[in-house]
């Protein structure tokens, strides 16, 4: 009877091995991917890439039309953040869609810290826009905000399309 309590208890510690040896190879592999930069250079990472004279800004950008609340047409604008093309020769761009706070009911593209945001992302390599939606909706029904934003993005996405910028 002790031969058996031996095997296993044999068996069980090249198990507990096996199994240190599994992790410790998946930690280390975990902690090498992780330390990875997306390219040879450091564009796209938390260092800034270019200098902030590099970036081009567009503003006012309109993308599109949509009713109000009250049923008048509303011109939706954004502005685009991006790095200069003439310096910037990387032909396709991670793209950033930032709104601004306020509750659906205030606030601009311009309010709060958003253009340093959008601008500190183009000075990493992004595309980054700062857009305007409708606000001064009745959200007393769950879900309204959604159903909000959702025209203002479809629209946005078909002037990036007519852009030829997706």
């Known amino acids: 009877m002790k031969d058996n309590n031996f095997e296993t208890i044999k068996k069980d510690d090249k198990m507990t091995n096996k199994i240190l040896i599994i992790s410790m190879a998946f930690f280390l592999l975990i902690g090498k991917a992780i330390g990875q930069y997306c390219g ?63 509750g659906f009911s205030s606030g601009d593209k311009q309010s709060g810290d958003i253009k340093d945001l959008c601008i500190l992302m183009a000075r990493r390599g992004f595309v980054c826009a700062s857009v305007n939606y409708r606000i001064g909706y009745d959200f007393t ?22 852009f030829d910028l997706l």
């Open 141 to 162: 029904e769950y879900g309204q905000y959604m159903a909000s934003i959702w025209p203002d993005i479809e629209q946005f996405k078909m002037g990036m399309l007519q």
């Open 40 to 102: 040879s250079d450091t564009r796209y990472t938390e260092l800034e890439y270019f200098d902030s004279t590099e970036i081009t800004t567009g503003a006012n950008i309109q993308f599109g039309i949509a009713n109000d609340h009250m049923g008048n047409a509303d011109t939706l604008l954004m502005d685009l953040y991006y790095p200069n093309l003439g310096i910037d020769s990387s032909p396709k761009r991670p793209f950033i869609m930032l709104f601004h706070g306020g």
